[in-house]
Structure formats: C-alpha cells, structure tokens
C-alpha cells in the first residue's frame, strides 16, 4: 500500500543552518505531496504542496521538490530561525479522480534549531 | 487559527469508561476527519465525514464511534477506555474532502486514561 518514510530525528541545527528533511514515498499513479508543520501545543498547518512530477512547493522560506524519478520529496530551507522548531510531517494523496483516497502521513521529524 | 475549533483541550478518565469528543470545522468546509497522534504510533487516520456522510474508515477501533451532524460538526466517541488510548486526538477539515484539498486541524484533545 501506498506509505510515506521520512527520516528519524530529533535534527538539531543551529540558526542560520541549511535544512533537509528527507522524505520518500511509495504510491501507485501520481499521488499529491505535502509538507505539514506542527508547532508546540498546536496542530498541523499545511507547509506547503505539489501536484505533479516537477512542480516545487515553497512557503516561508521553505521549499520542497516532486521528484517522480527518485520518488521524493525533501524539504529544505536556506537558513532555519529558531521559529522553525518544530515537527514537520510529508504527507502524500491519491489523484483527485480517487475521492476515497485517504491522506497518509510520516512518523514526523522533531526540529530543535538552537540560538 | 486554523477556524477548527476542539472541545475539551484535556480530558482525564479512569479505564472502562466513555468520553465523546467535539468538532467544529472551519467555516465552509464539509468534511471533517479524525486522527490519533500518539508517540509511537504517530499520525493515525481513524475515520472521515462527508457532508453528514461516512466517506473513509482508517484504524479506527470497534469500541470508537463518529458522527458528522446536519450543522457539521462532528463528535468522536471512545469507549470501554483502555490505558492504550491515552492519545491526542485530532480533527481536521477540509473544503471538499477530494484528498489533494487540504487539511485544516484543531488544536486536539489530550485525553488521558488511568
């Protein structure tokens, strides 16, 4: 079935540090990605998202790449604040023509940016 | 604010007993799904509502039941507590329920068994 891997944290960087987030999927056709952030004590808030193979999804500095051929869909930022902490989940869909497509979610990767 | 609107925050309960959990969506939006977060499991889809109808079923155990009511909201309601269920819970909602719309969650409720 279709399945999401994104990599084990917690990552712990330092401001102004470059960030990768890994993430990898497994889905038959051509699923939507996405990446969500979870602040403390909040729920998750959409990142951002692509639709299809190539498309680039950014917000806040945040950037994440559809690679079809290497099946992912990592997310990167420049240079991380420590308002960044927090944990961030990739989340993959089925195609819109599926409405019983269900939304399927990573474990999370724990952020700690340190001042 | 994500205009999803979760009640109660925190619930503590002793095992064997039932709770009912509430959702209001945001605003427009006519699909409400349930999730449990919990440390080791993660994000766990449980169940989703369409417009007062069920439209997915996840992991969502016999003892746990849902609705989505004519005004939208929705209830969750866990029973025969067991100390396993301790867990966030989660809802969320979307415009359409397609699943590349995306989803708007509530801050949760942490329910606690003893």
């Known amino acids: 079935g279709d399945s999401v891997t994104q990599m084990e944290g917690p990552v712990t960087l330092s401001e102004e540090a470059f960030l990768t987030i890994n993430c990898t999927y497994t889905?038959?056709?051509?699923?939507?990605l996405f990446w969500y952030v979870q602040y403390p004590g909040e729920g998750l808030q959409l990142l951002l998202k692509?639709?299809?193979?190539?498309d680039k999804g950014s917000n806040k500095g945040f950037e994440a790449t559809y690679r079809k051929e290497t099946t992912s869909f990592h997310l990167e930022k420049g240079s991380v604040q420590v308002s960044d902490s927090a944990v961030y989940f990739c989340?993959?869909?089925?195609?819109?023509?599926?409405?019983?497509?269900?939304?399927?979610f990573g474990k999370g990767t724990r952020l700690h940016i340190l001042p | 604010d994500s205009g999803v609107t979760q009640t109660p925050k925190h619930l503590i309960t002793a095992t064997g007993q039932r709770v009912t959990l509430r959702c209001s969506p945001r605003?427009?939006?006519?699909?409400v799904y349930w999730y449990q977060q919990s440390l080791d499991q993660g994000l766990q889809f449980l169940i989703q509502?369409?417009?007062?109808?069920?439209?997915a079923k996840g992991n969502i155990l016999e003892r746990f039941s849902a609705q989505q009511f004519p005004d939208l909201h929705s209830e969750l309601n866990l029973s025969s507590l067991e100390l396993g269920d301790s867990a966030l819970y989660f809802c969320a909602s979307s415009v359409s329920g397609a699943s590349n719309s995306p989803l708007h969650f509530g801050n949760g409720t942490r329910l606690t068994v003893t």
């Open positions: 692509a639709t299809k193979a190539d």
């Open positions: 605003s427009g939006d006519l699909s």
């Open positions: 509502y369409y417009n007062g109808e069920e439209r």
């Open positions: 889905a038959t056709g051509y699923p939507s």
């Open positions: 989340a993959l869909s089925g195609p819109l023509m599926n409405r019983d497509d269900k939304i399927i």
